[in-house]
Nanobody, 115 residues
Framework: QVQLVESGGGLVQPGGSLRLSCAAS????????MGWYRQAPGKQREFVAA???????NYADSVKGRFTISRDNAKSTVYLQMNTLKPEDTAVYYC?????????WGQGTQVTVSS
């Protein structure tokens, strides 16, 4: 059983920054791809960013140049550094991974961008 726990969300003004963390049980961060998704009110969950076990990264067009995904294998944690935040980034952010054929999600962390 894989457990993912997100943290770091909050209220921030437009143009501000936040860093989200996703702590994973065991040492799966070093051997599996990890991703961040988000879901805004009334909208479907959407892909934000992903990092492979080899360190390759991929981003949604809407966050390229503003968000950076990274991982710390020793801490079994994946991060999402979010800069130049916009009101449209407001959503619940979820961490995700697939392991041994099953998909796992964290409980989510709320990010609100508002003045």
């Amino acid at each position: 059983q894989v457990q993912l726990v997100e943290s770091g969300g909050g209220l921030v003004q437009p143009g501000g920054s936040l860093r989200l963390s996703c702590a994973a049980s065991g040492s799966i961060v070093s051997i599996t791809a990890m991703g961040w998704y988000r879901q805004a009110p009334g909208k479907q969950r959407e892909f934000v960013a992903a990092i492979t076990s080899g360190g390759s990264t991929n981003y949604a067009d809407s966050v390229k140049g503003r968000f950076t995904i990274s991982r710390d294998n020793a801490k079994s944690t994946v991060y999402l550094q979010m800069n130049t935040l916009k009101p449209e980034d407001t959503a619940v952010y979820y961490c995700n991974t697939a392991y041994w054929g099953s998909s796992y999600w964290g409980q989510g962390t709320q990010v609100t961008v508002s003045s």
